[in-house]
Structures are given as C-alpha cells and as structure tokens.
C-alpha cells in the first residue's frame, strides 16, 4: 500500500469510528453486520479515492441540495400521524429538500400508488409509515432498483429486501411501559388485587401492534398467572384482543359487550390500552355503562390524553416525540445526501427476509406525577398541564 494510500485509509477509518460513535443508537452492544458495512465502505471508498481521485462508489454518492424526498404516511387518524405531517414538512423544507408527503386513509393500494409516484417523480429517499408492513414489498424492491433509498418510518418494512432501515421507538419496549403503568396504577388506585382487567391490541396489519403486545404480556402474564390479576373475559390472545384498524369506535364497541357479556355485577379495574384513542374510547365506555374509572394504560401523549392524565381520567400515556423521530430520519437523509451512506446501528430486525438496521429513539412513560418533567421541553403539551 502507497503512503498517501494507507493515509488514505486510516483517516477514512478514523472517519468511520466517529461515525459510529456519533451516530450509534442508545442501545450499547457488539459490533454487527450493519457497522462492518459502513467501515468497510467506508475504507474501500477511501482507497478509491487514493487510487483514482474518483467521487465514493455508487451506493453511496450522494445527491444534490433541493432533492426530492418522498414521505408516505399511513393515515393522519392519531395526533403522531399528522405531527409528522407537518414536521416533515417543516424539517425536510428547513433542510434545503423538496418534500412530497402523502397520507393513505388506512387504504393499501392507495399507498402503493403514492409510493409508485413518488419513484416517477424522481424522489432520492422515500420515507414510508406503512399501512400493512407486509404489502408494500413489490413497489418498495422497485424503488431500491431505480436506486432510491427506502427508510421505514415509526413501523417496520417487513417480507421485503427494499429497505434501508427503520427509525422507531422501541416497540416491545412500549409495550412494556404500557404494562407497567396498569400494575403500579392498580397497586396506587385500586387498593389490594385480586385485580379484573381487560386487555386490548392495536390494528393487527401495522407491525408494531404486535410487539406492543408482546411486551406488555411479557409483564402481564406472570401477574395473571400467580392470581394478581384476573382476564375476566378470558380473551387473552393478541387476535382476540387486536382493533382492526386502529379503530377506536371499534374499541368502544368491543369494550360496550365485554362490560354488558361479564361485569353485570363486577368491577373492572384496569385495562391495557394500546394508545391514546383508544384509552379514551375504553374510559368512556366504562363511564356510560357506570362503572369507576378503571387505570388505564395508552400511547403517543395526545394533547387530549395528556389532559386526561392531568385530571386523573387516563391513568398513563408513553410519550414518543414526533419531532424527535422526524429529526432523526432527516439527519439519516442527511447523511445519504452527503454520500455517507446509511449510519451505523447495533440494533436489527428481521423483517422475515433480511436483518434490518433499525435506528430506535427510547419511549418514556407519562403518568400525573412525571408529566412536568417528561413535557418541560414541549411547550405546547405544558400548557395543557394547568
Ligand atoms: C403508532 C402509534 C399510533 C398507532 C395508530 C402505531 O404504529 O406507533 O403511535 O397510535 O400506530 O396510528
């Protein structure tokens, strides 16, 4: 190796290692295949360079100031999905981008086709929230081939090669929060257990309702099993349990007939609520049939929900700031943009064909007596604090 060569590449290692400790994820671990990519990229780019005083191989050259960036939502039916609304739009336009961002009403092929525009309208990075993690993957190895980048966004791209990576909160973390807040709420609120409880999943086609749920059983189930708590219904399992769609008039619906079919003459004094909409459609079901207020969990601290909290209505929320996973995809784009390819993760997931780099933000539980702290940066949440 040539001198000006090996310089070369020591200075790109060196490069390399800072990348990965700047842009590491919170979680500490071994080295994976995601950060041995990025080094050894990194290194051949610099040999390159050394050699023929040519730009970084193809896969990571980059693009120009002003790209086109591709955004596909999901729905803007929670407060999360229309923040990112508006936040992409903000964040992407401040970052010298020109944002295409689209929301697809909960209706799959009307998101493959937004997607299949974006590809046509020349987009660098296509950001995509899916509907169904799983029936995105023709449309999405189609824009991996025309050489764009794909990032899922607060939900897993699964059964498809067409993905980069994926910026969320920790999943089954949430789902542990959520379960947590019900036992130290049912502990602080409903006096000594046995506790009765009913337990409700998210939309079964977005990937996260599942491992939201899987978390929260991974602290639930030992609690039902030693007798703490009691499933009066029975309905235990993740497909009795999903919402279809998210749908929070679904919830209430389902939550009317377990209160008419088994507690006529019971109480009911928790539930695990997958988020905010449908704590708040549990909570009034629980209210119009007279029963107290059951603890119970949610998620995304919607304006609403953060009330709630305040008043003692909805015991928990788990705040996961959009403007925080926003900013984190843009500084992702960023990085592509300026030919660095994708940063360095120690976290992957399979997404039943491939390990995918995730890039994972912490979420954090809100009850009443931690509201100040987990909001004091967000101004518009501590107003409702009053
Ligand atoms: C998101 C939640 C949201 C739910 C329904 C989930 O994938 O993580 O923030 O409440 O979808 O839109």
Redo the contacts with the bound molecule.
Sequence with gaps: MKGKKLLAVLAATAMSVALIAGCGSEREGATTGAQETETTAAVAAAEETADTAEAAPAESAGFEDGATIGVSLPWL??Q??KEAETMFKEQLEAAGYNPIIQAADQKVPQQQQQIESMIENGAKVIVVGPIDGTQLGAVLEQAKDAGIYVIGY??LLENTTGVDGVVQFGSVKTGELQAQALLDGLAKEKGEGPYNIELFG?GPA?P?APNFFKGAMSVLQPKIDDGTLTVVSGQVDFTQCATAD?DNSKAQARMDSLLSGFYSDKEIHGVLSP?DGIARAIITSCENAGQDIPVVSG??AENESVEWVWSGRQYSTVA?PTDALVAKTVEIINSLKDGNGMPATDVTADNGVMEVPIYELPPVVVTKDNAKEVFANDPSRMELLK
């Design positions: 039916g929670t999360n999905w607060d939900r998210g977005d996260n998210w988020n998620l995304d996961k």
